[in-house]
């Protein structure tokens, strides 16, 4: 592994781009504690028109500042998790962005005493057009924003009902104690890391060994990883019910601006069309040539992936041709993104882990790489930079206060980048033994992120429905039901091995409750994009590019429509898995 120092410059971030030094950055810093008490002066004003737009146009001032002083601090310390100076700086940070929250806990529920029909003159207020967003999500949130003392109340209870992720967290990655197996006559210590790794490997007996050295510890402390779970899914449903919603899943998803519809269309259309799902547990069965599939063989390679190691130069060619279909001016921000050092390459001592993109206002989007050489490292590229745009796009196009997406929308350019590479690729190689590793590859990533994460969506649906109904959350009524979701979704064709019952126990998603549906939703949005793009051309591409640049600016189901995506309907849904099982029977002509 390389030194920074020997990595090219062209291929480390200028994060002067944020701060040329770190006086300047100290110097923003500094401006904080008055920007933090000019925002306590409002509170008892928020009754009149003039103080409003005074206040709402200060906290828009201030977002960019907040924004580089964070995100300086954030990247720098990516880059160097030892680096002392950017851990003092991310710490100094956190403490001010608490200070803000309690400093401006007074708005929404001053904003909520204002009459519907008060809140609907500003809302059609020209002065007030960057604001209307926020304005109608605070009439629509009306009924369910308390009074100040209330709300004061409530939010200090989260200091106790957080402890629910954070004990599983600490249990999970600090307590839990896995086995040891054997791997080509070596002894391998089991970790999550390694479980995943090893669920890779070619030996079905290694596979089995590190499935049931991994699944041990949870069996082990399932009544405990039950109450905590329990304790969790109870604490959704005290605030689901405080804040006067009719069900957790209600809260979660009008906090994201969805509709109830599009939850159910999911889990609805999933299960209507999971029988491409059993053919292909069948078909990977047949290839891997295996008398009995289990649980532990659904990862393992059914093609091996061909040796495709190349230079960042030539990953970067790969992913212009890709995305060419988006158009000339998105070339040349690709272009840009290379040019003026907006992507950290390749892995050096000390830096974190993964890849992302991180979308600065005022400045442009920084993409943290590790990158290999690989085909996988090549989408990877493609995927971050598609988060790259979608920040750009919205940056360019929105105010501050709506620039940024909405989380339900987040991996849908991602993702959308990822299908036009696949597309690109299918298309280009000539390698039968690479079309095949594409295909499959296709596949398992519909399975894990639709089906896997639709199987998941309809666990939490459960799980919350039970505690609404006064139902107990024991260990057996939750093994119970995610072993019969197991079964349902996988079908015959795999052995339901007694230990997949407690899946459900490891997942630290279920702590953020009703949010891996969005996982699925995304690709599905994605690929119908992609498929528009496609077979329409121009006119699907504009389209796209309105919904990059909308930020925030409208609910995202919405936005998702500009695209040509209706999320409210299941025609997207029965569209992808079409995909998957067209993919599938192309698979089986070259397996």
């Known amino acids: 592994m390389k030194t920074r120092e020997q990595i090219p410059e062209q291929y480390r971030w200028n994060l002067c781009d944020l701060y040329a030094t770190n006086e300047d950055w100290e110097k923003d810093f500094a401006k904080l504690p ?59 940070m956190m403490a001010m962005e608490a200070k803000l929250g309690e400093a401006t806990a007074y708005v ?52 106790l009902t957080s402890n629910f992720k954070e004990i599983f967290g600490r249990m999970d990655n600090g307590d839990m104690e896995f086995g040891k197996v054997i791997v080509d006559g070596k002894e391998v210590q089991i970790s999550h890391g390694v479980y995943g790794m090893l669920m890779h490997n070619k030996d079905q007996n290694v596979r089995r060994d590190a499935f049931k050295a991994y699944y041990e510890p949870y069996l082990k402390f399932i009544n405990t990883l039950s109450s905590i779970y329990s304790g969790s899914v109870k604490s959704d449903w005290f605030y689901a019910k405080t804040k006067k919603f009719d069900s957790t899943m209600e809260m979660a998803l009008f906090n994201e601006q969805v509709d109830k519809k599009v939850y159910t269309n999911l889990i609805e259309s999933v299960n209507s069309n999971l ?86 206002r005022g400045t442009h989007p920084f993409v943290l790489l590790n990158f290999q ?22 940056n360019e196009s929105q105010c501050a206060i709506k620039s940024n997406y909405k989380i339900f929308v987040a991996e849908v350019a991602s993702t959308c980048n990822e299908i036009l590479l696949h597309n690109y690729l299918m298309k280009t190689v000539t390698d039968e033994k690479v079309k095949k590793n594409l295909l499959s590859v296709y596949l398992d990533m519909l399975r894990t992120t639709m089906y896997r994460q639709s199987m998941f969506a309809e666990f939490e649906y459960i799980s919350h429905s039970m505690v609404e109904k006064d139902i107990p959350l024991t260990y057996k009524s939750l093994c119970d039901e995610y072993y019969k979701l197991n079964k349902k979704y996988y079908g015959n064709g795999v052995e339901h091995n007694p230990e997949i019952a407690y899946e459900w126990a490891r997942v630290p998603h279920f ?26 051309g121009k006119p ?42 067209d993919t599938l029977e192309e698979l089986k002509k070259l397996a």
């Open 373 to 394: 050489g690989t085909l996988n490292d090549v989408s990877t590229v493609a995927h971050e930079l598609g988060h790259s745009m979608h920040s750009y796009y919205s």
């Open 34 to 92: 008055e920007i933090i008490e000019r925002a306590k002066t409002y509170k008892g004003k928020l009754n009149n028109k003039k103080d409003i737009l005074k206040m709402y146009n200060d906290f828009q001032d201030n977002t960019e500042l907040f924004e580089h002083l964070f995100c300086y601090a954030y990247l720098a310390g990516d880059l160097n998790s030892k680096d002392i100076e950017s851990q003092g700086k991310m710490a100094k």
């Open 511 to 536: 702590y953020r409750a009703f949010y891996v549906y969005k996982y699925a939703t995304g690709i599905i949005s994605a690929i119908c994009i992609a498929n528009k793009i496609l077979t329409e």
């Open 540 to 581: 699907a591409v504009e389209n796209y590019k309105k919904f990059l640049s909308l930020g925030c600016s409208m609910d995202p189901v919405s936005e998702l429509k500009v695209a040509g995506v209706d999320l409210m309907s299941k025609e997207p849904f029965e569209i992808v898995a079409k995909s998957f099982k």
């Open 275 to 360: 029988e491409p799902l059993h053919e292909y547990i069948e078909l990977r069965k047949k290839i891997l040539g295996l008398e009995t599939l289990n649980m532990y063989d659904l990862y393992v390679p059914i093609v091996e992936e061909a040796d495709s190691i190349m230079d960042f130069e030539q990953a970067f060619d790969m992913v212009k041709k890709g995305l060419a279909p988006l158009g000339e001016d998105y070339q040349e921000l690709l272009q840009r993104a290379k040019d003026e050092r907006w992507m950290d390459v390749y892995e050096t001592p000390a830096k974190r882990s993964g890849a992302y993109s991180l979308g600065i």
């Open 108 to 159: 929404d529920p001053e904003m909520a005493l204002l009459s519907e029909e008060q809140l609907d003159e500003l809302i059609n207020d020209p002065d007030f057009a960057d604001f209307d967003e926020e304005l109608k999500i605070i009439k629509e949130s009306k009924k369910h924003i308390l009074s100040e003392k209330e709300e004061a109340m409530l939010a200090a209870t989260h200091q």
